[in-house]
């Protein structure tokens, strides 16, 4: 089946302890992404990759670092979290030129 | 960059009714405006799109309507149901793609 996984599901941590969300798609898609939803706010995005070694920074970069070292997996990576990061991410993965995202199931973040 | 505006943010209808959610966009270069819709506990999933040389595209009973013009896009949900109650977000752009901040539809039943 076609998908993106996204791990851990849930995670409550304390402010400064890093962490990493993984995110892996078997699509074989170039393009893959990163997002926080926040109420009010839509969907923003952190992180952008157009293929492998290949990173850029979205609307809100700024506490994140990503990597992306195999064509499937493009970890999140909180290196000292802060409560301003708590919020609801989304990864998402398409063909580069099709467009179409196909986002995973999220990942919900509590930073106390 | 692209700046996307999406209005209502809140839209309630009584099932049968029907629905219209529009987008306004800045940057007269983006050539493609997708339609996501987020259920409860779930990622966005596309459900409809369009691309500039068009005005209207439909399936079954949703449809988005574009006038590049005017640079703003809508979504149309005819004959509303009770399983249509989600988030919809527009977006535009290329890549990547900028998002709009969403549109809570509850469905009346």
């Known amino acids: 089946e076609a998908q993106v996984t996204q791990n851990p599901r849930y995670l409550i941590t304390v402010t400064g302890k890093k962490l990493t969300v993984t995110c892996s798609q078997n699509m074989n898609h170039e393009y893959m992404s990163w997002y926080r939803q926040d109420p009010g706010l839509g969907l923003r995005q952190i992180y952008y990759?157009?293929?492998?070694?290949?990173?850029d920074k979205g609307d809100v970069p700024e506490g994140y670092k990503v990597s992306r070292k195999e064509k499937r997996n493009f970890p999140l990576i909180l290196e000292s979290p802060s409560p301003n990061q708590t919020s609801l991410y989304f990864c998402?993965?398409?063909?580069?030129?099709?467009?179409?995202?196909?986002f995973g199931p999220g990942t919900r973040l509590t930073v106390t | 960059g692209e700046n996307v505006e999406q209005h209502p943010s809140t839209l309630s209808v009584q099932e049968g009714d029907s629905a219209v959610i529009k987008c306004t966009y800045s940057d007269s270069a983006s050539n493609y405006f997708p339609w996501y819709k987020q259920e409860l506990g779930k990622g966005p999933q596309l459900i409809i799109d369009?691309?500039?040389?068009?005005g209207e595209k439909k399936d079954q009973r949703i449809a988005v309507t574009l006038n590049k013009t005017a640079k703003h896009f809508s979504l149309h949900i005819t004959e509303t149901q009770p399983e249509d109650s989600a988030v919809y977000f527009c977006a535009s752009g290329n890549t990547p793609l900028v998002f709009g901040k969403g549109t809570r539809l509850s469905v009346i039943a």
């Open positions: 369009i691309r500039s040389n068009v």
């Open positions: 998402a993965s398409s063909l580069v030129g099709s467009h179409e995202q196909y």
């Open positions: 990759s157009m293929n492998v070694e290949v990173t």
